[in-house]
């Protein structure tokens, strides 16, 4: 696998604190079964530790800096699943049914992560909004992925 540089940047209101953003990588051609199973939903929480113990298995994360850009290095080319969520604003949906809100959010990294991990990243997001798209890493070329979270539920 070659090893490239991507630059992955992601824009919010400036309305909203954007410090409590994480974005995560997860390769489609990671090897989610033999993954380690996270110690507790807060792990998700902590980009160091997901990255020091989880890069191996194709996890990547990092947090989103005070202009609301974030940038991943090194990252192998192939297809992804990226995760962005965000600690400052809250889903109406997950108040009117917080099981269906974390069991949708398991479904939507099912292919990326073994059932234990997407339940406690579906736990560690609660009732904050959260997004996932599908990209492609290109060798010797830069990926954009932005989002905006619109207004806050509460």
Do not use: R
């Not at 890493?137 to 989002?147: A, D, V």
Request: net charge neutral; proline share 3%; hydrophobic share 35%.
């Amino acid at each position: 696998m070659c090893q490239i540089q991507v630059l992955l940047y992601i824009y919010f209101p400036k309305s909203i604190s954007i410090l409590n953003i994480v974005v995560y990588l997860f390769s489609k051609e990671g090897d989610y079964e033999i993954e380690p199973t996270v110690s507790s939903y807060i792990i998700w929480d902590l980009p160091n530790t997901i990255n020091s113990k989880y890069n191996k298995y194709g996890i990547y994360a990092t947090k989103v800096d005070g202009t609301g850009k974030y940038k991943f290095q090194n990252i192998p080319v192939g297809e992804y699943t990226v995760f962005v969520k965000s600690k400052e604003t809250t889903s109406g949906q997950a108040f009117k049914d917080k099981k269906g809100y974390v069991s949708q959010i398991q479904n939507m990294v099912s292919d990326v992560l073994n059932e234990e991990n997407a339940k406690k990243l579906g736990e560690n997001v609660g009732y904050h909004k959260c997004t996932a798209a599908t990209i492609e890493i290109i060798k010797n070329q830069e990926t954009l992925f932005s989002y905006d979270f619109g207004i806050t539920y509460i």
